[in-house]
């Protein structure tokens, strides 16, 4: 379903890569990669009695990495007691025990499990005067060096480039200091402090030539959010807009991705460019659709000049004529297309939404079209989405609803207390702070009635619509549970008595609190249990409201008339605590998330008609997944 690592004679990428790079299959693959890394250096070091001095960084990145050297200290009696750390970086200013702090992340991700001797750990102070800061940190340096230096570095990658929270700008020579935050990172940190305006607008970070000391660095990327920017460190020049290009001066330099991080790299993305590559079904349907995008011409007008003047020659060798190619690639394309009548009719349709809005943002046009072709449609809210509605909404449905208790005079006394509770909680209520039980049950009742009345909208029967509730969401924080046991029943009860022959669900890893990519995963568990021929007939992957699929990956693609586009936008509008400025629209795009829906679906269509297809106002897009 996702794009495979092309089979390249070894040596042509690294022409392109300044830094070695390695691509994982998956997060967990890169993850244990790295935990082993730094579990063998430190039994070498504890064999020979001298300490092991790690950097370490915080965020979505390494969490996997802090979990497995956990499970080795458990199951494998690795010993962190001749460990020393120093962290990169912590917010300005920030108290250790705030729920945002790197030091309470620090606690409960790692140190808490592990027994890494109190006295050995720093991190940067996010509480001293400013006046103090610029000591604090010629200090943290200097025992930075009397530990013996940075055995091994780990770091993730901004999408500003930074590593540590070395911005744009950052020289190759800086040293730990204050520093102030990026716009970009600042809105990646948003969902953290419930808004961006509660983001700190300054940190305390490693210099880049602090991180460029250390004997070993290894740089992790997860995610297709990441992917443009590791080409830029990995590819690119060495230059202080992209701190982390820096790390191509550095000797011991590496970087880990998935493939989804990885993507962008040259030798994923359009390795024909660098040398003779093997042309699986796959490379030949992706190389034609790419250079009909390149070229600007539809597939069945591709020459052989068009081939050899792109790098496509070989191509044009192995599975020309090439006429015969644009056809093949052509005719495929067309075969995605669900035509007037193809719908299918009659069928029982089970829809995954991760969020309560996803369903109808990634595929209302088609939820619409099922339905109204005779099929039975069920849709399934995996979480409550309580986090992301503003405090103002629930506080005006807390008035109507208080009200409307007064009109009809219903229990005023019970009323009055849960009226006051939740005004003196907002009142005292400190910037990112978590919310109260009840204020948690307002906003989620909230999204619960806009999903109903998406569904009425769409012709789905509410009573077909339930709320999974899952527990790895019920931390009311941004921050989740990993997927357990009872996570993966819960799906796994659902697919047996809906019985599902269709199923769809949001198969992008791209959310930015990684909220979809627990849901998939969930999912892709429970189906993996379901035995032979109770495997529904086909599982549909769209992509939440970040991004579409690539035309090249695309199974099936549903077009919609400018009045369906209308009507799903009107779906869309029922999510009115996401309307005008949604509390967590994601750190790439400031639109709402209707104008994303449509732009994307439209821009979709167009690519089919410059790919030579039919001319259709919009389209929904979907990959097939297959266990
Ligand atoms: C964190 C740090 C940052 C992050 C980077 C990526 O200690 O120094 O550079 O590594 O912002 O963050 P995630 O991993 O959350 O995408």
């Excluded at 009659?346 to 619409?368: A, E, Q, R, W, Y």
Aim: with cysteine.
């Amino acid at each position: 379903m996702f794009r495979t690592e092309p089979v390249l004679q070894d040596d042509v990428f690294k022409v392109r890569e300044k830094i070695p790079t390695t691509i994982c299959a998956d997060g967990v693959e890169a993850a244990a990669r790295v935990a082993g890394i730094i579990a063998d250096t430190i039994r070498q070091h504890n064999s020979a009695g001298k300490p092991t001095v790690l950097g370490l960084a915080t965020g979505n990145t390494p969490v996997g990495v802090y979990r497995e050297l956990i499970r080795m200290h458990k199951d494998q009696a690795l010993d962190f007691s001749n460990v020393v750390t120093f962290n990169l970086d912590e917010y300005y200013p920030m108290r250790p025990d705030n729920i945002q702090s790197y030091h309470r992340w620090m606690k409960e991700n790692f140190f808490d499990h592990v027994n890494v001797p109190a006295g050995s750990i720093h991190i940067p102070d996010g509480t001293l005067p400013e006046k103090k800061v610029a000591k604090y940190c010629q200090e943290y340096e200097a025992k930075i060096k009397a530990a013996g230096g940075l055995d091994i570095q780990i770091l993730g990658i901004g999408r500003t480039g930074h590593i540590g929270f070395n911005e744009p700008g950052s020289s190759r020579d800086s040293r730990t200091r204050l520093i102030s935050l990026d716009r970009v990172t600042r809105m990646d940190a948003a969902a953290d402090f419930f808004g961006e305006q509660n983001v700190p607008r300054q940190a305390i970070t490693m210099g880049v030539g602090t991180i460029l000391e250390a004997r070993r660095v290894i740089l992790m990327a997860f995610g297709e959010q990441k992917a443009p920017i590791i080409r830029k460190a990995v590819e690119g020049p060495v230059t202080d807009a992209v701190a982390a290009s820096f790390l191509q001066e550095h000797r011991s330099a590496e970087v880990i991705v998935d493939l989804a991080a990885g993507a962008d790299l040259t030798r994923m993305d359009t390795p024909w460019l660098l040398g003779e590559i093997e042309w699986s079904q796959e490379y030949q349907h992706r190389a034609v659709i790419w250079l009909g995008l390149q070229t600007g011409k539809s597939i069945l007008k591709l020459d052989q000049d068009d081939y050899d003047n792109n790098h496509l020659a070989s191509l044009a060798r192995k599975a020309g004529p090439v006429d015969d190619l644009n056809v093949r690639v052509g005719r495929r394309l067309w075969n995605t297309l669900i035509r007037q009548g193809m719908i299918p009719s009659g069928k029982k349709v089970l829809c995954f939404s991760p969020h309560p809005d996803d369903d109808v943002i990634s595929m209302g046009g088609t939820l619409h079209e099922l339905v109204k072709s005779g099929c039975d449609v069920h849709v399934a809210y995996m979480t409550s989405g309580n986090i992301a509605v503003f405090d103002e909404h629930a506080r005006q449905m807390l008035n109507t609803w208080a009200d409307l208790n007064r009109i009809f005079d219903i229990d005023m006394t019970r009323t009055k207390q849960i009226v006051k509770k939740v005004k003196e909680f907002f009142a005292a209520k400190a910037p990112g702070a978590l919310d109260i039980p009840e204020v948690l049950l307002i906003k989620e009742w909230i999204r619960r009635n806009e999903a109903a009345a998406a569904c009425r909208s769409m012709g789905i029967t509410f009573k077909n619509a339930v709320f999974l509730d899952m527990p790895f969401y019920q931390t009311g924080e941004v921050r989740k549970r990993p997927i357990g046991e009872e996570d993966v029943k819960i799906v796994y009860d659902l697919l047996k008595k809906v019985r599902p022959q269709w199923v769809f669900m949001a198969g992008e890893l791209a959310d930015p609190h990684g909220t979809h990519r627990l849901c998939a995963e969930a999912i892709f568990k429970a189906l993996r249990r379901l035995s032979e021929d109770e495997l529904p007939e086909e599982v549909w992957l769209y992509r939440g409201a970040w991004q579409e699929w690539d035309i090249d990956m695309i199974d099936m693609a549903v077009p919609l008339s400018k009045a369906q586009l209308t009507k799903k936008i009107f779906g869309i509008f029922k999510h009115q605590s996401q309307k005008d400025k949604a509390l967590f629209p994601g750190p790439y795009d400031d639109r709402e998330f209707w104008q994303r829906a449509e732009a994307r679906n439209r821009q979709t269509a167009e690519r089919f008609n410059k790919l030579g297809l039919p001319e259709y106002h919009a389209m929904e897009a979907f990959v097939r997944w297959r266990p």
